[in-house]
T-cell receptor, first 112, second 111 residues
Framework: EDQVTQSPEALRLQEGESSSLNCSYT??????LFWYRQDPGKGPEFLFT???AGEEKEKERLKATLTKKESFLHITAPKPEDSATYLC?????????????FGTGTLLAVQP | ETGVTQSPTHLIKTRGQQVTLRCSSQ?????VSWYQQALGQGPQFIFQ???????GRGNFPPRFSGLQFPNYSSELNVNALELDDSALYLC??????????FGPGTRLLVL
């Protein structure tokens, strides 16, 4: 069964203190791995899609990487506005739908 | 902004009632997926519509049903509401199997 596990559940950083969030996944065949950012009470905002091991993508202070078993979201010199829940999701190549299977997220708090 | 809109933003219902939630997809997208997100959890897949046909369903009972219209907008209907149906309901649109873009969600509270 497809499964996504994110760690840590919560992370508190000082402004400028870099860190990484982890997403471990189990799928029969990976179509894509997605990172989203979600602010309280709002819909998830798309950040990155990764398709194959070794792929990396960057956007401002965020960099996402992918291996065959996990993905990392690296946050460099974070600012308070980076505070949010970061969700990881996978799509399986099997089945007729392109449904997303989500982890429970990492709640990031960046203090000034 | 993704261009995906949902209505209403908030809704309060009582147990046993029925509710209809609406979603307008982003221009050029032909696929709509619905998710339920309980507090502190990741979104859970309810079902997906592609060109007005249901294209897959998650582990939700038949009282959760939906429609997709020719303009690719969509409705989620929930009958016989239960307390556990209280959640944020998210709609996401995409071009087939490509990246899904989410709307702002509808917060449903069942009393």
């Amino acid at each position: 069964e497809d499964q996504v596990t994110q760690s840590p559940e919560a992370l508190r950083l000082q402004e400028g203190e870099s860190s990484s969030l982890n997403c471990s996944y189990t799928v029969s065949g990976l179509r894509g791995l997605f990172w989203y950012r979600q602010d309280p009470g709002k819909g998830p905002e798309f950040l990155f899609t990764l398709y194959s091991a070794g792929e990396e993508k960057e956007k401002e202070r965020l960099k996402a990487t992918l291996t065959k078993k996990e993905s990392f979201l690296h946050i460099t010199a974070p600012k308070p506005e980076d505070s949010a829940t970061y969700l990881c999701a996978v799509q399986d190549t099997g089945g007729a739908t392109n449904k997303l299977i989500f982890g429970t997220g990492t709640l990031l708090a960046v203090q000034p | 902004e993704t261009g995906v809109t949902q209505s209403p933003t908030h809704l309060i219902k009582t147990r046993g009632q029925q509710v209809t939630l609406r979603c307008s997809s982003q221009s050029g997208h032909n696929t709509v997926s619905w998710y339920q997100q309980a507090l502190g959890q990741g979104p859970q897949f309810i079902f997906q519509y592609y060109r007005e046909e249901e294209n897959g369903r998650g582990n939700f009972p038949p009282r959760f049903s939906g429609l997709q219209f020719p303009n690719y907008s969509s409705e989620l209907n929930v009958n016989a509401l239960e307390l556990d149906d209280s959640a944020l309901y998210l709609c996401a649109s995409s071009r087939g199997a490509e990246t899904q873009y989410f709307g702002p969600g509808t917060r449903l509270l069942v009393l």
